[in-house]
């Protein structure tokens, strides 16, 4: 599902200005199944853009179209997966996963629990899916709820952040697993980061953005083949292109 | 394992010397007038013939009938009200100085017109604890759907929940907690209506059951009745306490 971006502009009222305009004239095109990063420093509106494309805000003015519709509202066509870990406290790790599937309506209560139990199998999890999330470490929440946006077939996936408090070690685990089930399931994902090596690892496309107001300072392209080496020569020019370039706009 | 009872007996110790001191300025000693304070003895003697006529049954499950009676009626007024206040904000502000004014009026104030409008029995008295923890229960229940996490509420949207779902399946389980602590205070506010309920408006239940007492000159039944409102007291916040061991969220 491809997204369109035109013309967008959000701005909040503010008590000191009259208005605090966050995005600026943001056009981009999203093709369906992409992947692409909004990176830039915090402040520089890449959460308010995904919030946008989510339907979750509403643009101040321009419009957002994923597959061919105009955004008015969140859909189960683009999940969300939040920085904060966001997995209902009070359902179980499978409860949890199938939520989007009984919200939609999908298949039946067993069809429904197989596949979560296949998916859940696939990332290491399935001894925990009795487990409530309070039982879970960091890493294992955001992975729950990366697998209960995937079993609900989102065509869309709008990452905000979702590994940033995660350890390295773990960050680079979930990164490498995200671009598994990204190939398997060929969704569009507009990941949300202001980690440069996370950008360059993940993104065929990295939107950079510039701040006050938020607009696009750059579109890279990244042509690395994939699984990419962080310690390969091609990965590091890119990284240093990118630092720089994000430098300049400070 | 010698921590273990020692904890359990720390409790205990302050009971005992209240007990001692209170059977040596009655009983031991004669110092205080049993018309003035009757002690320990007169009051086990007094909770034995109780139990035995069965009128201290009785009359605690008159009691508890009348709390939960009220309890019930304010939690399905209070409850869904509140989910409703919580959730809509223009009927919250609607509502908002209504609640204000009527939260503070003690519920013994509603006595005179619980008397004027369902005269001597029952009601009264479960209008009396209705007033007393509808408040609670609404403030509660409000609280609690309002401070359902934003996030949480996203995420149920983006994985396609349609509005009534967000309520049921989102809202409802996170406010439980809230409402849970609500009902807690106001079965504590329950009891306590209940017996100045029955002090006057009522022939039955502990509160009634104490005041005659006294005017009958048995003040062992006096305190046996107070002592049972205690317990009764113990016991809910046992159960309550449990309950929220159990929602863990």
Known sequence: ?250 | MLDNYRNKFIPLILPICIILIWYLITEGTGMVNPYILPGPITVCQSAWSLILSGKLLTNTLDTLYKVFGGLILASIVAIPLGILLGWYKTLEDIATLVISVLRPIPPVAWIPFSILWFGIGMFPAVFIIFMGCVFPILVYTIDGVKRTDKVLIESAQTLGASDWNVLKRVILPSAVPYVVSGLKVGIGIALMCTISAEMVGSSSGLGYMILTATSLFDPGTTVVGMLDIGLIGIIFDFVFTKAQDRIFW
């Not at chain 1, 597959?67 to 359902?91: C, M």
């Not at chain 1, 960050?171 to 996370?198: C, M, P, S, Y």
């Not at chain 1, 990118?242 to 300049?248: A, F, S, W």
Request: charged share 25%.
């Open chain 1, 1 to 250: 599902m491809s997204i369109e971006i035109k013309n967008i502009n959000k701005s909040f009222k503010s008590k000191k200005t009259d208005q605090l305009s966050v995005l600026e004239n943001i056009n981009l095109t999203i093709e369906d199944g992409e992947l692409v990063c909004l990176l830039g420093p915090s402040g520089c509106g890449k959460t308010t853009l995904l919030r946008l494309i989510a339907g979750l805000d509403q643009p101040t003015s321009g419009e957002i179209v994923a597959n061919g519709e105009v955004v008015k509202k969140p859909s189960g066509d683009r999940a969300v997966i939040f920085q904060q870990y966001s997995l209902f406290p009070w359902l179980t790790v499978l409860q949890n996963v199938t939520f989007g599937l009984e919200m939609t309506k999908k298949g039946s209560k067993e069809e429904n629990i197989a596949a979560a139990e296949r998916y859940l199998t696939s990332v290491g999890l399935i001894d925990f899916k009795d487990s409530y999330p309070h039982e879970l470490s960091g890493g294992m929440k955001q992975r729950v709820a990366i697998i209960r946006s995937l079993l609900n077939h989102s065509p869309i996936l709008l990452m905000d952040e979702p590994f940033s408090a995660l350890d390295m070690q773990n960050r680079h685990k979930l990164q490498a697993q995200l671009i598994g089930v990204w190939k398997r399931f060929e969704n569009t994902i507009v990941f949300v980061t202001h980690d440069v090596d996370e950008a360059v690892y993940l993104a065929d496309k990295i939107v950079i953005l510039d701040k006050n107001p938020g607009r696009i300072a750059n579109i890279v392209d990244v042509d690395i083949e994939r699984p990419r080496k962080r310690e390969s020569e091609e990965f590091i020019a890119l990284q240093e292109t990118i630092v720089k370039d994000l430098d300049m706009g400070d």
